[in-house]
């Protein structure tokens, strides 16, 4: 079965720190891979997703950047935190066929920039 | 990418049926419907997702007029654990509105 593993759980930086987070799937190949952020009371809103290794679009413009090394490594970073940054981030996988929107999301990261 | 709206809120009580709508008036021929449902502080569950009229799983059913244009999820005798957000979808992206809060009372 397929399983998706996202890490850190939780995550407190100083602003002006760098960030990765980091994400992993099992059990699948070539999947869609997406990096969300959820900010306190707030919509849940795509930020990055990729179709393939090396291929990334990003949904919004902002202060991160995303990667994909390894077909089912996907990982958010950013090379100075703002406060705004602050948030629950969610990773989340979905199979690589036509019209598919179901998703699979992992246990998510909440960030706190202090 | 297909507009979606549905009500900010809603209350129900235990052991009733409640049914959330969402409107999506510009939906493509190709564009699928889907439902999600998230807890606090967890990433959202895929719920169920059709095409046209009556789809049904273990958990909801969705149903789906003629036209299209929009969407009704229903959750059959829901519980206090159904208290959550619910997102319909429209399209091929996997993008999120701001969903449905529901609010389930004892």
């Known amino acids: 079965s397929q399983t998706i593993h996202q890490w850190p759980a939780t995550l407190v930086q100083p602003v002006g720190s760098p960030l990765s987070l980091e994400c992993t799937v099992e059990g699948t190949s070539n999947p869609n891979l997406y990096w969300y952020r959820q900010a306190a009371g707030r919509g849940l809103q795509l930020l990055f997703y990729?179709?393939?290794?090396?291929?990334i679009s990003s949904e919004v413009p902002q202060n991160l950047s995303a990667s994909r090394p390894q077909d089912r490594q996907f990982i958010l970073s950013s090379k100075k935190l703002l406060l705004s940054d602050s948030g629950f981030y969610l990773c989340?996988?979905?199979?690589?066929?036509?019209?598919?929107?179901?998703?699979?999301f992992g246990q998510g990261t909440r960030l706190t920039v202090v | 990418l297909a507009k979606t709206t549905q009500p900010i809120s809603m209350d129900s009580y235990e052991g009733q049926e409640v049914n959330i709508t969402c409107s999506h008036n510009n939906i493509a021929t190709n564009d699928y419907i889907t439902w999600y449902q998230q807890f606090p502080s967890q990433g959202p569950r895929f719920i169920i997702q059709g095409y046209k009229t009556k789809v049904t799983n273990e958990v909801a059913s969705l149903f789906i007029p003629a036209d299209r244009k929009s969407s009704t999820l229903s959750l059959p005798r829901v519980s206090l654990s159904d208290t959550a957000v619910y997102y319909c979808?429209?399209?091929?992206?996997?993008?999120f509105g701001k969903g449905t809060r529901l609010h389930i009372l004892p």
């Open positions: 990729s179709v393939g290794i090396g291929q």
């Open positions: 989340a996988w979905s199979q690589n066929r036509l019209l598919n929107t179901e998703a699979f």
């Open positions: 979808l429209v399209g091929d992206k996997i993008i």
